[in-house]
């Protein structure tokens, strides 16, 4: 069965770091995108992802908000992905996802792209 496990979240203060991680199951992540979803509390999940990794060539996609805060990586021996998170602020508390998909257009982390979702990761920053 294909499945993605995310994991890692938790309560951590404003200014502080957390790692997030993505592992797959009943596939590998060869020629597919990885990306990084949120849903804040009381809202919607937002359209297109906070962050996204292809494996075909590593390249890379984050949204303004986290640009030069959060790192997207993988870690092939593990068949993983990881979200690292610094300089938190309250305002990226929220279930965090993780969704793998190889239709993905480069330069793009839309969230009608990707098919493949894992169960959502709380991460809450307090002030």
């Known amino acids: 069965e294909v499945q993605l496990q995310a994991s890692g979240g938790g309560l951590v203060q404003a200014g502080g770091s957390l790692t997030l991680s993505c592992a797959a199951s009943?596939?590998?992540?060869?020629?597919?995108?990885i990306g990084w979803f949120r849903q804040a509390p009381g809202k919607e999940r937002e359209g297109v992802g906070i962050?996204?990794?292809?494996?075909?060539?590593?390249?890379?996609y984050y949204r303004d908000s986290v640009k030069g805060r959060f790192t997207v990586s993988f870690d092939n021996a593990k068949n993983t992905v990881h979200l690292q998170m610094s300089s938190l602020k309250p305002e990226d508390t929220a279930v965090y996802f993780c969704?793998?998909?190889?239709?993905?257009?480069?330069?793009?982390?839309?969230?009608?792209?990707?098919?493949?979702w894992g169960q959502g990761t709380l991460v809450t920053v307090s002030s």
């Open positions: 969704a793998a998909d190889r239709a993905v257009v480069a330069g793009t982390c839309p969230e009608y792209d990707f098919g493949i």
């Open positions: 009943g596939f590998t992540f060869d020629y597919y995108t």
């Open positions: 962050a996204c990794i292809r494996s075909v060539d590593g390249s890379t």
